[in-house]
Each structure stands twice: as C-alpha cells, then as structure tokens.
C-alpha cells in the first residue's frame, strides 16, 4: 500500500489534477466525511487526511510514504529524513512581516532594536530578523495572527499572506517579504527503496504536469 498524507484546503485542492494524471482519483469528498483515510481508484494507494505541520513528521517517521506540504512548514520542520523531489509549483503564497498601519516600522527595526514578533513560524522569523540584527521576542500563535498587533500582544506578525485582504480588513500592512511559498513533494526515504518503482511512477507523472504548467 502506497500512504500519501495531504491537507484539507488548497494543498488537497490543487494535488487532486497532479494525482489525475497519475490515474489517482480520491473516492470521497472530505469535506462531506469525518474520514481521515480515503481509498483511491488505485487500490494499492490510499490518502490519509493530517493537520499541514504534521505532513513532514508523518512522511518522515514512515506514517505515510509521500506527502505534499508547504515550504514554509518544511522550513520549520528541518526537513530531516525526508526526499525532496519536486517543487510543485502549488498553493503559492509569501511569507511576509506586517504591523497596524499606524506602527512606525522602518523606526522599530533599526540595528539592535527588539521587536516582539508574533507567528507560527519562529524559525523563518528568527532567521530573518538575525540577519538584520534586530533582537525579536517571539511569541508562538496558531491562529487569528492579525489579532496579535491590534490588542498589543506584539509589534508585528510574521505570517502566510495569499492576497492580503486579510491584512487590509484588520488595519494592517506587509512591511516585509520574506520568502515565496509553494508546495513541494516528500518522500519517506526507506520508502523510495522498498517501492521504489510504483513511487518513481508517481514522482514521474508529478514532474511531467509541473514541466506542462510553467
């Protein structure tokens, strides 16, 4: 049986055309089902349904065999034991730093200021703010980030920004970028040996509609 460990919203949405052109249908919607394992047109593959920080983790210690997770989440992770063989060009957005409108940025972050920077991504925001020189205190969130600048909690969110509406509705703007984000394909390296032909198969046909669409 070939795992592969996807996440619900764009990443499921946007792997569904890669997985069609390897003659991988999922049987179920699960937005209609409390299901967390879908079978498959193929019945030697299967879709398991985990939270998107835990993609890499599963695919690593052998719960799955493959994974599509964001780069951002990989970033985090370390991607330790993991093959990365494709970027596949998905679920793009950025990694960016944002503050309220009325927050004097450019002054806040001279050379040895401190800064307390809320996110979910304290390893891209200590990097990033390291190489500045800038001392942050980072405060860890899993959700509602833009909440963090207007109730004092912190002077700036480092966080996913598709659009940036989200931002514009709470009085907040992008002050910096980041990093771009895509998704890429993982791999359980054990995997790749034990099943090595029928996972090449599907790495294959996944570089083939990245190659088609760019």
């Known amino acids: 049986m070939i795992t592969l460990a996807l996440s619900k919203g764009?990443?499921?949405d946007e792997t569904l055309p890669l997985l069609a052109a390897a003659g991988?249908?999922?049987l179920e919607d699960p937005e209609k089902s409390?299901?967390?394992?879908?079978?498959?047109?193929?019945?030697?593959?299967?879709v398991v349904l985990v939270r998107a920080s835990d993609v890499p983790t599963y695919v690593q210690y052998g719960g799955a065999d493959l994974g599509v997770t964001g780069k951002d989440t990989l970033l985090?992770?370390?991607?330790?034991?993991?093959?990365?063989?494709?970027?596949?060009?998905?679920?793009?957005?950025?990694?960016?730093?944002?503050?309220?409108?009325?927050?004097?940025?450019?002054?806040?972050?001279?050379?040895?200021?401190?800064?307390?920077?809320?996110?979910?991504?304290?390893?891209?925001?200590?990097?990033?703010?390291a190489r500045k020189g800038v001392h942050v205190d980072l405060i860890k969130l899993y959700g509602s980030m833009e909440l963090a600048p207007l109730t004092g909690l912190a002077d700036a969110i480092?966080?996913?920004?598709?659009?940036g509406n989200t931002l514009r509705a709470?009085?907040?703007?992008?002050?910096?970028?980041i990093?771009?984000?895509?998704?890429?394909?993982v791999v359980n390296q054990a995997a790749l040996k034990l099943k090595q032909k029928r996972l090449r198969h599907i790495i294959d046909v996944f570089a083939a509609g990245v190659a088609q669409n760019s």
């Open 10 to 12: 764009r990443i499921f």
């Open 24 to 26: 991988i249908e999922v």
């Open 34 to 46: 409390r299901k967390l394992i879908f079978a498959t047109t193929q019945p030697d593959v299967q």
């Open 76 to 129: 985090e992770h370390g991607g330790d034991g993991l093959f990365q063989p494709l970027d596949l060009q998905i679920a793009k957005c950025r990694v960016s730093v944002a503050v309220r409108n009325d927050f004097d940025y450019a002054q806040a972050v001279k050379r040895g200021a401190r800064l307390r920077v809320a996110t979910k991504y304290p390893q891209i925001a200590r990097e990033f703010f």
């Open 158 to 163: 480092v966080d996913l920004v598709s659009t």
């Open 170 to 177: 709470n009085h907040l703007q992008e002050v910096e970028h």
């Open 179 to 185: 990093i771009d984000i895509s998704s890429h394909l």
